[in-house]
Every structure is written in C-alpha cells, then in structure tokens.
C-alpha cells in the first residue's frame, strides 16, 4: 500500500460511513415525524441491514489493515488525518468487538422500542415497556464490556458519551450541587412564590408556531440549512454542517415549554451549522461530545435564553405575537416567570435550578441498572421514591414518572450525566467569554452574533478535532463545578430576593 | 453451495437490496418534503454511495455466481423463489453492464437535477436547466445500450418501463387515438363549454386538507399504513406493503386538482397496500410495471372517480367541506365541471379526453431526444410546436411548457407513455369487471372496497410474481385500445351532447 491510495481509502470509508448513518437518520426522523403509525418493522430491518453494513466495514480486514498502515504513516500526516486516524481506530477497536448478528439486532431493537415506548407512555403503562428495557439494558450491559472489560459497565457507557468521565467524578460533582443547591431550594421554598399564571393562558398552536420562527430568527440559524419540525420529544438532527434539522413540541397551554426546546435545540443546531464543512462526510463532523453539546444547547437555553438583558431585549416582539395573552404583563414579570423555581415531574419542564436533580436521578438508576444491583421491573418504585427524597414530590403515575424520556427506548445509558455536565461548562464559557466580549451589551441589542461568533471559534469550529476535554478546557479552563454553583446560587437568590 | 445455504444468501441478498433503497426513498423523500434548500449536496453524496452500493451487490461475482447455481436448481425451487431468481437475473445483466463510477454519478446527478429544475421551473428559465437536461439525456442513451444494445436506445428505455414496449406500438396506440378522440375535440370546441367557474373558486387549503383526509377515507386507504403529505409535484413512495406515503399540491383556486391528485395517487397507493405481504423485503415486492400502476391510479382518478354515480354519492359530503363555495351547485353540475374538456397547458391538470396529447408530445420528444435527433437546447422550440399543433394552444413560457413535469429531472425517460397505455389498460379492466360485480351499485353507495377488492385479486396481490403482460392480460383481456377510445368517446360525446 502507498500513502497515496491509503488515502483515497480513508476517505472513502468515512464517506461510507457517513452514507449509512446519514440514510439511518433520514429513516429515523422519518419515524418520529411523518411516517404512519403501523410502519416500524420495514424501517427496523432497513436499519437492522444498515447497521450491519456499518459494522461490516469496521470489521473487515482491510479496514484495520488500512488503518495500521495509517499509524506506520504518523508523520506524513496532517493534524485532520491523524485525528481522524486515531477516532476510526477507536471506533474499529470498540465495533470490531460487537458480533456482527448483535449489533443488527440491538439497532432492529431500537426501532421497535421507540414504537413500544410511545404506547407506554401514551397509556401509562410500563408493564408494556418492561420487557423492551430489559433487552435494551442487558445489550448495553453486555456492551460495555465489549468497550472496555476493564472498566464497570457503567463508567465504559459514561466514557462512550463523554471521553473520561467516571461514576467517581460524577458522584463528587452531583454531591457538590446537592450540597450548595438544595439549602436555596428550601429557601425559596420559604418564601412568596413567583407568579407564573399567564405562562398557561392558551397560546394557540398556529401562534406558537410563528414564534418559533421569529425564535430561529434571533438566534440567527440560516433557515436555508435548517427547519424546525415537531415531535413528541424535540431534539436536533445533523446530516452535515449544511443540514441541520430541529424539532419541538407545542402544547397549547405552556408558552415557555416550546421556546425553550426551541432555545435549547437551536444551541445544538448553532454548534453543528458552525463545524468546519472541510469536515463533513468524514469522522471529523459533528459535535465532539454530549457534555459538549448540552454545554451549547444549555447556553443559549438558560444563560442567554433566561437572562433579563434578553428578555428584555425580545420581549416586546414575544408581546406582538400573543397580545391577548400578555398584555398586562411586563419584561420583567415574564423573566421571572420563566425562571420560576419549583420541584416537579418532568424532566424537561424543570427549572434551570432543579433540573440537574432531574438528572441526578435518572443518573442514580442508570448506575444501578447498568451495575446489575437494580432489576428493572423496580424501576418504577426507585424513581418514585428518589423524586420524593431529592425534590419531595409524588409521582402520579409512569407517564409524568420514569417513562417520560425517550432516551432510555433509544438505548442512550450515561447521557443523561451530559446535561449536568453541559450546564457546569456553560457556566465556566460564560465567565471567559465576558472577559473577551461585551456579552450583555449584544444580548441587550437581541445580537446573539458575536456570542455564537466566539463559541464557534472556541468550541464549534473543531467538531471531533480535538478531544472533548481540549475544547472545554480551552473554552472554559479548568473545570470547575462551583463556577456553576455559584451562578445559580447567585441568580436565584436574586430572583427571589433571598439574603 | 447446497441449495438451502443458496437460498438463505437468496433472502439476504434481497433484504439488503429492500434496504438500499428504502434508504434512498427516504433521503429522496426528506429532499422533496421537509429538507431545507441548500441540502443537496449532503443528500447526493449519500444517495450516491447508496447507489453504488446497490450497484456493487450486483457487479458482485458471489451474487453472479448464485443466480447461476439457482437457475440450475430451478426444479427445486416454488414459484416465487424461480420468479425472484428470474428478475434478479434480469436486473444482474442489466446492472453489471453499467460501471459503478457512472452509476454513482448517475444517482448524484439526478439528487442535484431535483434541485435545480425546481429553481429553473421557479422562474421559468430553461437555460439553467439545459445543461443538467444534457447530462441526464446523455446518461439515459448511454444507459439503453447497456440494457440491450440491440434495440433502438428508446426503445431499450421504453422496455425498463413496460416490458415488451415499442415505438412501433405506440406509433400505432397513439395514431388510433388520434384517429378517434381529434374529431371529438374539434366537436366540443364547436359547442357550449361547461361551466366550472365554481371550482376556481377561493377553497383554503387548510379545508383542502381535512377534504383530503375524507377522501383517503373513501378510498379506503388505512391511515395506519399510509400518510398523504405535499409536495410541488404529487406523486406516490412505496416502502413496503404496510407503508405507502402519498402526496398532493394545493392550489386554492382550484379544487379539482388536489382532489384528483389524492384520488390518483390514492390508487398508487392501493395497489402497493394491496400486494401480498409475504413479498416484503424482496424483489416481487411493490407494483409490476408503470403501465400497470398507471392503470390503477388513473382507473381510480377517471374511470370510478370522474363518474356521476362516485360524484352522486360523495357530493353531500364535498359540499359540507365547501359549503359556502358549493351551495348553488348541483351534484350534475360538479359532475361536469370536473369533467369538463378543453385543450390546455398543464398534463397534471388536463382533462381525460385531452389527457393523452400531452402524453404524446412528451412521447414524441423523448423518442427524438434518446434517438439522438433533437437536441436538448431545441426542446422549448419542439415542445411549443407541437402544443400548437395538437391542442390549438400558444405556451407562454417554458414553466407551463416543458419545465412543467419532474419525471426528466428524476432521469425517467419512457415513463410518459405509461400514462396513456395504464387509462386503455383501465378501461378494458372496468368493462371485465362490470361483468362480474356490480360496479355501479357499489359506487352508488360510496362503497368502493369491492372495486378494490377485485383490483386486488386480478392485479394487485400479486406484486411482481407475474410478467406485466399476464397481469394485463388476466385483468383485461388481450390488448385493444378501442375499448378506451369508445369508452372516452361514449363519455364525452353524452356530457356534450354530441350526436
């Protein structure tokens, strides 16, 4: 083999890979939007065969011939091949591992899950899922030690989703959070709570939709490269840095609910539109990690998205769209609003001071699953009991309890961890940031640009360059969870005027 | 090899072939319904690799070599088994003769040639056009010697659509109807016109929409296995038995158009629904032929749906979606309306007796153009010359001229003819059916399932188990294009009164 040819090959392989995963996405998505209700056997033996052409290729001699050949060849690389040498030999070494007949499997159980869950949780029903889960975590149980035997199952998942990160660190820094927050939650507790009433008039879902737009348009996405679409669960979707699909979802009573997935969606679509393009269609594309990523989406949601300068700043166009509704209500009674403060069910309708108990949680019977100390038939009665004791709620039913994420039905264990994490390095982004840039003078003018400017520089632009503790170290230094905490200390001690 | 290893290695290969173009299908279908502009390229480096996949499962010497031992095995084998072998075999030849490069920048041309004719139909402007219309035209000749060199390269295109179709038939199918339907035209133009100024009426399309589903629901399309979406051109995507999506285009001034396009893709869609499941995931999956398919969707569309007993039973019903639009209007008066003949510009919204002019000036430019003796750039010239000639109309400009239709930009040369052949098919279908049903008594009652019942039996269910003539042939009878041109000269000279 020369140089030359092998890098035809490199090329050609990861243009392979980023057919079949392209073409899985486009089924996907078809699934969660648009297609019929009956429809998921023939999209799960397309994906089946797809996943198995992907791991075809990773097990094949000549892949991991052309890629030890590559490593003999370190020199004559550049610093975009070599990494991208180093990521497929990871993901060679890690898939080769799988058995072919598993991986198609695991990738046809998936497609059905999304199906079974649905119904679930339409019908509160975790009987149905139970045994659906059960495959899906003993395949990722089973998983893990194909990534790494030496590790415990659960640390080898956590490490798939954010390179490094370990139940020990997550343990210190959720136990930090436990420690400085839930004294501020008791407080505010203590104290008048804050009017949030107009939050749930009836925004008309023709209205929201509008919004939407106008809520893409501030946050600068170039519609030519993106859409927003609607699902049960919102959620981002890249094909490329050219292609980048957003979904929400609108409930006819809660205004705040669909701005902020819009919010928080469009942070994860303003990372992948702001990769290098020289990286689409090989290894490089795309965000680099789930920390990373929420680290993006949890910016633009909570720190920008929540912050009075921006409420401020749009408020008068969020009043032009729902006159009726809030007309008697001003910048400052909508920022407090939507910054309301209150343990409750769901996840994804948390507060930015409660969510990462939300998180805490999930991460506690993740852990135990994946640990084999939790059968999941139990899983319910944990769930229940931990909301009691960390956020002292009752939880009705599965429904507003542990069926209300898709992640679990789409075989994601260990990334929930990633929306705390993203959170902890947003807050540390935002520091550094204020130091280069005149954040709030721009936020106050309802420019996000010089601020989605500087995270591309920082972060976006290097899509899977480096590794994920290289951006968030050069973004946000070393990391530092009480940078976090004493954001979220200081701004809801504010917000309810709390000494 | 024994023969049950053989035809394992049968079913994967089929699978796998099922799941390549389920791919595409999705891709193409994202593309044209929810994709943002500027996204091609990402799709057609996928779609590309996708075909080159496909492309390259048939190059294979394993997949020759299994055709060849199961054609020696073919005594062995029941009769689905020899039909799949059959088609393979066909499709094998015909695939292994054309190079990969050139079918994997064939499948990238037409992603980027949807594209660009919809800006250059957008703006009515050929130029931007001709020189993808140049490279699609000079694949498709290109393409017709490799499928069989022997005959006439229109020819060799025309047979991909309908097995066993020439130009000399057509000559004489499309002469025949010359023959009888001019002297017919040229009558109408002598009388009253109908009056069907209330159809141009403002219908919005939100109230199109729920029209539509009503008319799914006629049909009788289960909605747990279909979609109806929209698209600038409708048209019809199978992906398997139990998943058909079909799409319309509204217009708010004219009714008839969106209603027709569902009821015509709705019998697209019938016959897919319709097949023998068991054929999912390989090759006797989905509809035999154009020309068969065509004869669905235009049996639905004209023969049942153009009909004063179908219009009688669904007009209470029609009105109550429109009854401000509709309160002075008769049932007989709908009736002739949307039956109404009149020389006109657009194929998709012309009227059944001038329908198949339009097929033949496509029919006469396609056999120039793949017969080398037209040149793409002549194509507007040629096209408005013939409109002229054959329909009395003047083409103002090339976007209701020969921009109009998506089939060259989708690279489908000798599709066109199909159209005119499926109404004569359908025509003979409906006189066999009379015989053994009580069409008009069923229709009468808006109960169209033993219409579809009978289809299923005769045509549908059998997918792609039998030769499209056979098919024909036991739903019709031996061909005779006189049953369609009495049928259509029957029909419009009672609606006219002609003598």
Request: glycine share 6%.
């Amino acid at each position: 083999m020369d140089l030359q040819t092998a890098l035809q090959q490199l090329s050609a392989l990861q243009q392979k890979l980023y057919a079949f995963r392209t073409a899985s996405s486009a089924l996907y998505l078809d699934g969660v939007t648009v297609a019929p209700r009956d429809t998921s056997e023939g999209r799960g033996v397309a994906l089946g065969i797809l996943a198995g052409e992907e791991h075809k290729l990773f097990s094949a001699a000549e892949t991991g011939e052309l890629i030890a050949y590559l490593e003999t060849q370190k020199e004559q690389l550049d610093q975009e091949q070599a990494r991208q040498v180093q990521l497929l030999r990871r993901n060679y070494d890690q898939l080769s591992r799988i058995p072919a007949d598993e991986y198609m499997e695991y990738a046809q159980l998936v497609n059905q899950a999304s199906d079974v869950w649905h119904r679930a949780k339409e019908t509160s029903d975790f009987a149905l899922f139970q045994p659906v889960l059960e495959k899906l975590v003993a395949f990722n149980r089973k998983f893990a030690a194909y990534y790494d035997a030496k590790k415990a199952p659960y640390d080898a998942l956590l490490n798939e989703y954010e390179r490094g990160m370990t139940m020990d660190k997550l343990d210190l820094f959720f136990g930090k959070l436990r420690e400085r927050l839930v004294p501020v939650i008791r407080e505010i507790g203590q104290v008048e709570q804050i009017d949030d009433s107009f939050l749930h008039k009836v925004y008309p879902i023709e209205d929201q939709r509008k919004f939407s737009d106008y809520l893409m348009e501030v946050l600068g996405m170039d519609r030519n490269h993106s859409t927003i679409g609607e699902t049960e669960h919102p959620f981002t979707l890249n094909f490329s840095s050219q292609d980048v699909r957003i979904t929400t979802h609108y409930t006819e009573t809660e205004l705040a609910f669909s701005m902020y997935s819009v919010i928080h969606e469009g942070g994860h679509a303003l990372y992948e539109l702001g990769v290098n393009p020289a990286y689409d269609y090989n290894c490089l594309a795309g965000g680099v990690s789930m920390g990373v990523h929420e680290s993006q989406s949890r910016f633009y949601e909570n720190l920008i998205g929540r912050s009075l300068p921006f409420i401020q700043a749009i408020y008068p166009r969020v009043q032009s769209f729902f006159p009726e509704q809030l007309k008697d209500v001003t910048a400052e009674q909508f920022y407090k609003a939507v910054n309301k403060a209150e343990p409750s069910l769901i996840r994804t309708e948390a507060d930015e001071l409660t969510y990462c108990f939300h998180v805490m949680i999930r991460y506690e019977i993740e852990k135990q699953l994946i640990g084999g100390t939790l059968e999941v038939k139990d899983v319910p009665a944990v769930w229940n009991a931990l909301y009691k004791e960390y956020l002292g709620v009752d939880v009705p039913d599965d429904k507003h309890g542990c069926l209300q994420d898709s992640h679990w039905s789409g075989g994601s264990f260990g990334y929930f961890p990633s929306y705390a994490l993203g959170s902890a390095y947003g807050a540390q982004m935002l520091r550094n940031m204020e130091q280069e840039i005149d954040v709030w003078g721009s936020v106050s003018k309802g420019d996000l640009s010089p601020i989605t400017e500087w995270l591309k520089e920082k972060v976006h632009k290097y899509g899977c360059l480096l590794e994920p503790g290289d951006i968030v170290k050069q973004a946000c230094g070393d990391f530092d969870p009480t940078v976090y905490t004493d954001y979220l200390e200081d701004k809801f001690r504010r917000l309810y005027n709390l000494k």
